[in-house]
């Protein structure tokens, strides 16, 4: 059964798994590095608190929810989906980086009005992800929101 898939170029004589078998092990290391590098340069805490939003905007809950640290929307309390056919821009205007943590600020302006909101988004693994919790805790004193604090 062997011989069946061996192959003859110029009375030389390899099985087609050993010609095969090396190519395809560079073509999945070429996928996997192309995938790590294309992650790595989307995963910014500002890139993902945009793709938040906008999938907020759009109506996506469920990719909105894939970007948050907690993996669901919950209670959360952001209007980010009247924003969709509303005319009100938005863009980062700032961001504040220490270690894993990131408050990116987002600039939204309608009409001649103009407000900035805070964004928490952690680093998990190699990714950012928008903290719902962090973000709440920037909006709301801490006796309204329910959940451990991150003070010890």
Same mark, same amino acid.
């Given at each position: 059964?062997?011989?069946?898939? *061996?192959?003859? =170029?110029?009375?030389?004589?390899?099985?087609?798994?050993?010609?095969?078998?090396?190519?395809?092990?560079?073509?999945?290391?070429?996928?996997?590095?192309?995938?790590?590098?294309?992650? =790595?340069?989307?995963?910014?805490?500002?890139?993902?608190?945009?793709?938040?939003?906008?999938? /907020?905007?759009? +109506?996506?809950? *469920? *990719?909105?929810?894939?970007?948050?640290?907690?993996?669901?929307?919950?209670?959360?309390?952001?209007?980010?989906?009247?924003?969709?056919?509303?005319?009100?821009?938005?863009?980062?205007?700032?961001?504040?980086?220490?270690?894993?943590?990131? /408050?990116?600020?987002?600039?939204?302006?309608?009409?001649?009005?103009?407000?900035?909101?805070?964004?928490?988004?952690? *680093?998990?693994?190699? /990714?950012?992800?928008?903290?719902?919790?962090?973000? +709440? /805790?920037?909006?709301?004193?801490?006796?309204?929101?329910? +959940?451990?604090?991150?003070? +010890?």
């Amino acid at each position: 059964m062997q011989e069946m898939f *061996r192959i003859s =170029c110029r009375g030389k004589t390899a099985s087609l798994g050993a010609r095969i078998f090396p190519s395809l092990i560079l073509a999945a290391t070429l996928a996997t590095l192309v995938a790590q590098v294309a992650g =790595c340069s989307s995963s910014t805490p500002d890139k993902v608190v945009l793709e938040f939003i906008g999938a /907020r905007a759009a +109506g996506n809950e *469920r *990719r909105a929810a894939e970007l948050t640290v907690e993996g669901d929307l919950g209670d959360y309390p952001g209007g980010e989906p009247y924003l969709g056919g509303s005319g009100i821009s938005y863009q980062v205007s700032g961001i504040e980086v220490e270690g894993d943590l990131a /408050r990116v600020t987002v600039l939204f302006q309608w009409d001649d009005q103009e407000v900035e909101v805070p964004y928490v988004a952690l *680093r998990k693994g190699s /990714r950012w992800k928008v903290s719902l919790e962090e973000t +709440g /805790r920037l909006w709301l004193p801490d006796n309204e929101i329910e +959940g451990p604090s991150r003070e +010890g």
